[in-house]
Nanobody, 121 residues
């Protein structure tokens, strides 16, 4: 069974930085795309950043210029460097990936359990 596990969340002051990591494990043939979403209490889950093979990236408007997504294909990992954090960045951050377990498998959407990021003084 494929699993996505996030790490790196925590409490940080406004203007601070955090680096999130997501590791995919299990039987994996391919992963594309891979990225991050977040959800604050009472709000819908929203795009943070995604990346595809070939290096293309897509960022949510509220994080562009402050967050950077990167990927290590050989390790089945994706990262999110978050700088200049604001209180409105407070949310549970979820790792997301579209994964094929074998060459014959249909691509399927997988989600991690999430990691809490709290930006507060």
């Amino acid at each position: 069974q494929v699993q996505l596990v996030e790490s790196g969340g925590g409490l940080v002051q406004p203007g601070g930085s955090l680096r999130l990591s997501c590791a995919a494990s299990g039987s994996i043939f391919s992963i594309d795309p891979m990225g991050w979403y977040r959800q604050a209490p009472g709000k819908e889950r929203e795009l943070v950043a995604t990346t595809r093979r070939g290096g293309s990236t897509n960022y949510g408007d509220s994080v562009t210029g402050r967050f950077t997504i990167s990927r290590d294909i050989t390790k089945n990992m994706v990262y999110l460097q978050m700088n200049s954090l604001k209180p409105e960045d407070t949310a549970v951050y979820y790792c997301n990936a579209v994964i094929r377990r074998t060459w014959a498998s249909d691509p399927r959407d997988y989600w991690g359990q999430g990691t809490q990021v709290t930006v507060s003084s």
